[in-house]
């Protein structure tokens, strides 16, 4: 679960900003909407979050820092190769000073601050804490590039040689590498008795952190449908549920001549999967001109079966029969939709934060309001996270949205960007909020020249 995140000269971001998924005191009414601390030293966190503001303001910016982290931490960096991002370029001071960021979250029942702050060229510095309400402990941290504080560490690690093989990956960490990464590409749990808590942190942004861009769509999708008939049946009252006119979905089998992607991609995937070296016993490979996924199955030792996952629409008359449809036949709206509905199935399957960049694209502004609607009413005791940033004011209603789940990002004079939360303000819980936002009470939307002044108004 992600409780606060905090960023600093980073794209658009000049100043420390923080965001919150910390529940507060409004919204007394809709209490499911939190998810209770389990004792009293640990913190009631919200399920969901919604990021409102102007093109441009900084809403995706937001997302593209929490997922840089994530990635950095995953991937890593090359060697002498620089950091790629961009720090705060519209004012002199942030070129020249390094750029921070934190996560505080909660993951396998302990809490957790992991942060770092860094330049195009190496990694500054690195901390990582357990806390709670009453204190914080330190678990590592670095300074200046190559200092290493892991007394924690090696306290926990009685064995020399664990405690020294500790030391070693630390200096062996590259300057523009995390601590983190290295630990996990160089497999220390494998050789470290005691790392739990790194271990935890790095599940936390491999497995339970998604960041989902408007463009983004669920991998494995297919591989799961095909291994898991009770997904499939879930799959398809979903698309029943959102109206779509879809009775079904199907992998269905097609000539490999048939695939629609460059032969020579076909041939290689052929010939990796009946490889005898090969483990694999699955492949799939995209055709995004299209929006067709194809998977590849080693039936036996010298035969490739593909599929391709299809819809299932009844044609009506005297007898009725099924059509079967390519996805890409179908509308925008029911593709994005089903882009989605593996995220509300991870979502109730507990432990999973998605943060969606343009939920709206290409769907109805009730869908919109039903979908998460639908996760809040439905996800008592999940421990699940929902934060969307989106353009659709329909959202903002307290009928829908406590003050503290709704937050909006703007940007200054010079173009720095800020973000600051509805509770803020002091507004009813009755009171509708739409209508002010539309009129710039929480500045959030664009600020539109004078239209006389156009040029090409005036040839």
Sequence with gaps: MLIRFSIENFLSFRTRQKFSMLAGRSGRDKSFHVLKKGNRNDVNLLKTGVIFGANASGKSNLIK???????????????????????????????????????????KGKSYAYGFTFNNKK?????????????????????????????????????????????????????????????RQRKVKDNVTEI???????????????VFYPKSKVEGVEFELKENTELSTIFQEFLKYFDTGINGISLEKIDFDKVKVPSHIKEEIKSSLLSEKSEKTNAWVEN??????????????????????MTKHTIHGKNSSTSYFDINEESDGTQRIMDFIPILIDLFKGNNVFIIDEMERSLHPNLIYDLIDLFLD??????????????????????????DEI??????????????????????FDKKIQKDYLQGRFKAIP????RHKLSILNM
């Design 407 to 428: 937050w909006f990002v703007v940007k200054d004079k010079i173009g720095a960007s800020s973000i600051y939360s509805l509770e803020d303000y002091d507004i009813r």
């Design 65 to 107: 820092a929490i997922d840089f982290g994530r990635r950095l931490v995953l991937a890593g960096t090359q060697t002498e190769k620089p950091i790629q991002f961009q720090n705060f370029r519209l004012h002199e001071d942030s070129v020249k000073q390094p750029s921070r960021i934190e996560y505080e979250i909660k993951h």
């Design 123 to 183: 990694i500054i510095e690195e901390w990582l804490y357990e806390f709670d309400k009453i204190k914080e402990t330190l678990i590592f941290e670095r300074s200046n590039t190559t200092n290493f504080d892991l007394k924690p560490l090696l306290e926990k690690n009685e064995n020399e040689n664990e405690k020294q093989f500790l030391n070693f990956i630390s200096k062996g960490t590259p300057d523009n590498q995390l601590f983190l990464t290295e630990i």
């Design 378 to 403: 439905k996800s008592e005791g999940v421990n699940s996270q929902l934060i969307l940033a989106s353009h659709e004011s329909s959202l903002l209603t307290q009928n829908l949205l406590r003050k």
């Design 288 to 309: 995004p001109m299209q929006n067709v996924r194809y998977i590849f199955t080693k039936e036996n030792s010298d035969d490739i079966i593909v599929r391709k996952l």
């Design 447 to 450: 600020r539109l020249g004078n």
């Design 196 to 210: 739990s808590d790194i271990l935890n942190v790095i599940d936390w942004f491999q497995n339970a952190l998604t």
